[in-house]
């Protein structure tokens, strides 16, 4: 399959712990209340079994939406671009016998043997938390070494251009730069949806939910702010089947939707539609503000 990597990126938590103190002595005028951790915000867990837990997590985030349904691999390569493969993690993967490096390759973008990698949306999965790495990773070695291993990336006339101007970077440069970026913040009651959308959406709509105005696709990623033209139904119709109001098929959302977004909770649609909801109102209000 032949496609640039401008357009591979638009190929597109819950439980929170609720905590209460009863009977626990007011403190001293002088004396500060101590600090209390906050509940860590993450994906549904719907087994107690890890591998279970990291499979559906693996699907969520696209893992085998570009690494293929059997992780061995899948070529993107493009004339311009360059010799792009995704690596075959069948085989990878056994040569990470320390789990802290396989969680480097995820986070940090740096392969084995200290290799930068390419074209792995690593600053989406800066901030997942510590329990849901785990269960990817031991989903991750339940697979028998298949197929071929694939060559490193060589880069086209294009690819070593977009190289040059900064405007195509490496999995490691692209932590540098975006790693730590989240999307708009409101508030707490929003914690989840918002850990959500980093993680999944972002990939293709921008960690500033503005959209992808890449023209090299038909129809480019649209701001998220589009999700206050839908009901909650509507939502959940477009996130499971990639159908908008009106019931088109959309290039990219309409595969990433039947195949990752299926698999979230109905509580995690809504988290999302939720907070999307809260983002849009937030910015109609600040717009509509006369000091706006």
């Known amino acids: 399959m032949n496609i640039s990597p401008a357009a591979r990126r638009g190929a597109l938590r819950l439980l929170p712990l609720l905590l209460a103190a009863c009977g626990s002595p007011a403190p001293e005028p002088d004396e500060a209340p101590a600090a209390q951790a906050a509940p860590e915000v993450?994906?549904?867990?719907?087994?107690?079994?890890?591998?279970?837990?990291?499979?559906?997590?693996a699907t969520v985030l696209g893992c085998n939406g570009c690494h293929g349904k059997d992780?061995?691999?899948e070529d993107w390569s493009d004339p311009e671009w360059g010799r792009l493969w995704t690596a075959n993690l069948t085989r990878a993967v056994p040569r990470y016998t320390d789990d802290s490096a396989l969680e480097r390759a995820i986070r940090g973008g740096i392969g084995h043997g200290g290799r930068e990698l390419w074209e792995m949306p690593s600053h989406l999965f800066t901030h997942l938390s510590d329990s849901e790495m785990k269960a990817l990773i031991a989903w991750l070695r339940t697979h028998r070494p298949a197929g071929e291993d694939h060559p490193p990336p060589t880069f086209g006339p294009r690819g070593k251009r977009e190289i040059a101007a900064g405007t195509w970077r490496s999995s490691a440069a692209d932590i540098q730069k975006e790693g730590n970026r989240w999307p708009p913040d409101a508030g707490s009651a929003?914690?989840?949806?918002?850990y959500i959308v980093r993680a999944t959406c972002s990939e293709c709509h921008g960690l500033g939910l503005e959209g992808d105005k890449d023209?090299?696709?038909?129809?480019?990623?649209?701001?998220?702010?589009?999700?206050?033209?839908?009901?909650?139904?509507?939502?959940?119709?477009?996130?499971?089947?990639?159908?908008?109001?009106?019931?088109?098929?959309?290039?990219?959302?309409?595969?990433?939707?039947r195949w990752r977004y299926s698999r979230l909770t109905e509580a995690e649609l809504d988290a999302v539609y939720e907070y999307l909801k809260a983002v849009s109102d937030g910015a109609a209000r600040k717009q509509a503000s006369p000091s706006g």
């Open 42 to 57: 993450a994906f549904a867990r719907l087994s107690a079994d890890p591998v279970a837990h990291g499979e559906r997590l």
């Open 215 to 257: 023209q090299e696709q038909d129809r480019p990623a649209p701001p998220l702010a589009v999700a206050a033209a839908y009901d909650r139904e509507q939502f959940r119709t477009l996130l499971r089947t990639g159908k908008p109001i009106g019931g088109r098929e959309l290039r990219l959302m309409s595969g990433a939707a």
């Open 190 to 194: 929003h914690a989840l949806g918002r």
């Open 71 to 73: 992780l061995t691999g």
